[in-house]
């Protein structure tokens, strides 16, 4: 069993502590750390049993279902604090999200990999793909924000017309999603070869061997749908407490929703990320750092926006000066490293050090949740 399956089954044991410390009023700082600390392993295994299947079902519905769950975690938990009426907090993890795949799990891979090793190569191509349309869609939630802010003789949007102008963004996203998809699954299947033949979900490598490699399809099938339903009822106790215990900590929602959200939902593809990149397979890091940004972008943020007024509490894209340059600097030091096909433990340490400045300026900016 690999090392990260045994910390994610050691780890489960934390779910019934939650829910009895939650049923027999143990205290919500008791609750919050056991939510966390499960959370963690069945983002693990959803993560896991994703990876599983897609080498089962094959190339294109591998890929699909990469597609459909690979941000899974972040979007179950996003929707049970939207569900709370946390949108403060949701709205500000779309931003931290952004920071952590970029500035955090790629920063992790590059300093991971590179102990040891002069540099680690990876296909531009990778990095290019996703790079490229992650870039679009990251900015294209920014818009209404700086549509929000330059205005014009009246000044900003108001309320009404913010929402109205992010519902539009979220369709013509989900629209280009959809195109994504198309691309990626048909029409320039093999620009994503690389990858596919390190993750071994080409064809020769899924079926070289008659399929007698393929892991079982019912097992995983099960795990993936008991972790997805355990990972929406750790969330639900895990949101029902964060605003009382942040702020008996002094932390404020925007520090919450930056930093702490994205940790807990990406926990998962930040250990694939690191794990691969200590192989020496810079193309998976890579691809999931970037990857997982663009499904943020296009899939993630628009369910939220399309789903947040029939749970009550609308949603939308005005983002505060800060938080627009936080995330346009972590796409472009992104892009800036990765853009050469080569990385050092030095590039890692340098967006590591981005991150923790962008983190440190939200800690200072934010006033306690209120």
């Known amino acids: 069993m690999p090392p990260r399956l045994r910390i994610a089954t050691g780890l ?3 779910l019934p502590v939650a829910a009895a410390a939650d049923r027999l009023h143990w ?3 008791i609750v919050f750390v056991t939510s966390i600390l499960s959370i963690i392993p069945l983002a693990i ?21 990469n597609a459909l769950f690979g941000n899974a975690t972040e979007l179950i938990i996003a929707l049970a604090a939207l569900r709370a009426g946390l949108v403060d907090i949701v709205k500000a ?16 891979s590059m300093l991971v990999g590179g102990i040891g090793r002069s540099e680690q190569r990876f296909q531009p191509v990778v990095a290019r793909v996703n790079g490229s349309a992650m870039t679009l869609a990251v900015l294209a939630i920014l818009i209404p924000s700086l549509r929000g802010m330059v205005g014009d003789g009246a000044g900003g949007l108001d309320a009404g017309a913010a929402e109205s102008f992010s519902l539009f963004v979220a369709w013509v996203l989900l629209a280009v999603y959809a195109l994504t998809l198309l691309f990626s699954l048909r029409t320039h299947r093999t620009l994503y070869a690389v990858a596919e033949a390190d993750l071994g979900v080409d064809g020769e490598a899924t079926h070289g061997d008659g399929g007698a490699s393929k892991p079982p399809l019912l097992p995983w099938v099960a795990v993936l ?10 969330s639900e106790l895990f949101v029902g407490v964060v605003e009382t215990v942040t702020e008996s900590l002094g932390l404020s929602a925007l520090f919450t929703g930056v930093v702490l959200l994205p940790l807990l939902g990406g926990a998962a593809e930040y250990l694939t990320a690191v794990s691969m990149a200590r192989k020496d397979k810079m193309d998976l890091a890579v691809s999931v750092a970037l990857g997982s940004t663009l499904l943020v972008g296009l899939l993630v943020v628009p369910v939220l926006l399309l789903v947040a007024p029939l749970l009550g509490h609308p949603l939308d894209l005005s983002f505060n000066a800060y938080e627009v340059v936080a995330v346009a600097t972590a796409v472009l030091v992104s892009n800036l490293v990765s853009l050469d096909g080569r990385s050092d433990w030095l590039e890692g340490v340098l967006l590591l050090a981005a991150y923790a400045i962008l983190a440190a300026g939200f800690f200072f900016q934010g006033s306690p949740v209120p």
Request: hydrophobic residues 55%; negative net charge; without cysteine.
């Open 12 to 14: 489960l044991a934390m």
């Open 27 to 29: 205290g919500d700082g």
């Open 45 to 65: 295994l959803l993560s896991t049993a994703t990876e599983e299947l897609s080498l089962t079902l094959g190339p294109s519905l591998g890929a699909l279902l």
């Open 93 to 108: 993890s779309i931003t931290g999200t952004v920071m952590a795949n970029l500035l955090l799990a790629l920063g992790l």
């Open 225 to 234: 749908l008991a972790a997805t339903v355990g990972l929406a009822y750790a």
